[in-house]
């Protein structure tokens, strides 16, 4: 056994370390990662992949678990039986993983995962009475119970409604590729010759997979061999399926909506096989170890976490957690205010947060709260959004451990009242860096990120009602609001093509802590105090808290709307700025009804809105 082995024809996996299993003829190669004193979780493959398929989720569970990953016979480096025909039977393959399991992990169950025909062979795994007590947990994804499977075609059949035909007829044009995989010597054909080299292209292309040397070589000769897994066993389940195929370990359930070869429909009903049921969605396609492997860890780390400690796995119900579950959300200016309300808010949806703030205690705080609320994980992440250098580092930072942003919330923003030509540059060069470099910053460096990944996201750019109300006492901070709103606008329109969908979101008069570390041009100290307070009793008793705007940022990610002003005064103003813009011009020549300081002699100053 090497202390570093190189896997399937060539792909490293680091820290990896090599074992051969032999049984019933065949020899399976097995490799492992991380200590094997915690608890084991077994990672099956699918169809036509070997176990490379698992190499980012294996990465990123081998810190938390004792991770093991077979070639299952015939593909990868395990041998194939001969002859080839009745050489995959489930039967056949229990008996591989059994064999796994009493090498890699005697005496203790193991939590089992399997996307595709792993997902399949999981099911048999979990149902079959020979294994059980071998299984503390499964987790399944893209692939059902072929016995579960033949029952849901039975029933639909028995009471053939137009509804029960429209998922029979949907399903059987979903799964087009099996009646081919039962033909003889076709599918080999196809996958020695130009299916097999163009497979990766194809993946690429339909799945948005990234090009990081997967699928292996391997490929062809593991597809031809895999074929036998569809005509060894899918025939005889589905016309015979067993009716003891009940689950004898919790099982979670990961659903991809976008999955073009499985139907949602055909989990319908899972319940009454399994003892204890945790259902996932995720807006993804069919390959999701290798297009969403951060969310893929987090819900088999959470899981696994929950059945280890005897405890119920949390509920994946609420206001907007089918959506968040395990999504990686990043706030800026999340120790206080709005950012830090839309933090928490992520964490009651089940998000992962990342609280980024120049306020590294108060990001802590936030990230604390979080865990407490429900987010899986989070993290306080202090930086300064004005400094594209740092700003650079944290996206390298963040991607390297948390994994690539789902959710990016550009929050942090600073307050600057007093009329233009009191308005130093050095006050315009702080307003504008931070509430609009800052934003800028963020959306270059995570946006890039998740084009760079190509499975969507959504950028959230909190910008403000001040962003089409024009005031004389706000020249600077609205300007820079301004352009928050016209960059998100652009951008919206620029990566719309990728999936990645961008807000605007702006609010009215929110009470925040803003309006007492805002800054008022023009002033001197004391005069400024006084207008810092007088402004923040004002906010307070309009009383509009910033958890509605982080209910109202949530909102705006589920349903991608473009501009939302938030607040009744908002709303109000985002109308008559299409309407009536005269009537808003003239209204901003009037003196603000805050007070504060005008143009010498006399000065009035207004503060900014959230």
Known sequence: MSDEGRTADGMLLAGARERRVRTDGVELCVAELGDPERPTVVLVHGYPDCKEVWSEVARRLAGRFHVVLYDVRGHGRSTAPRPLRGGFTLEKLTDDFLAVADTVSPGRPVHLVGHDWGSVQGWEFVTAGRAEGRIASFTSMSGPSLDHFGHWIKRRLRRPTPRAAAQ??????????????????????????????????????????????????????????????????????????????????????????????????????????????????????????????????????????????GRPAPDATGPHTERFAGRLVLVTGAASGIGRATALAFAQARARVVAVDRDAKGAARTAESARLLGAPEAWAEPADVSDGEAMEKLAEKVAAEYGVVDVLVNNAGVGLAGAFLDTTPEDWKRVLDVNLWGVIHGCRVFGGQMAERNQGGHIVNVASAAAYLPSKALPAYSTSKAAVLMLSECLRAELAGQGIGVSAVCPGFVDTNITSTARFAGVGPAEEDRLRKRTARLYGRRNYPPEKVADAILRAVVRNRAVVPVTPEARVGRFLSHLTPRTLRAVARLDPPLGGARRRPHRSTGAGTG
């Open 168 to 309: 029979l007829l949907g399903q059987g044009a979903k799964s087009w590729y099996v009646y081919l995989l039962h033909t003889p010597v076709l599918p080999e054909l196809a996958w020695r010759g130009p299916l097999g080299r163009r497979w990766p292209a194809i993946l690429r292309r339909t799945e948005r997979l990234p090009s990081d040397g997967y699928p292996t070589p391997s490929l062809p000769t593991d597809a031809a061999h895999g074929a036998w897994l569809y005509r060894d066993n899918v025939r005889a389940r589905l016309s015979h399926p067993r009716e003891d195929a009940y689950a004898h370990a919790p099982v979670q359930l990961i659903t991809p909506l976008e999955d073009a070869f499985l139907s949602e429909r055909l989990y319908d009903g899972l319940e009454s096989w399994v003892p204890r049921l945790v259902r996932r969605t995720i807006p993804a396609k069919h390959w999701v170890p290798r297009t969403r492997p951060d969310q893929v860890a987090a819900w088999i780390t959470e899981f696994v976490t929950s059945v280890e400690g």
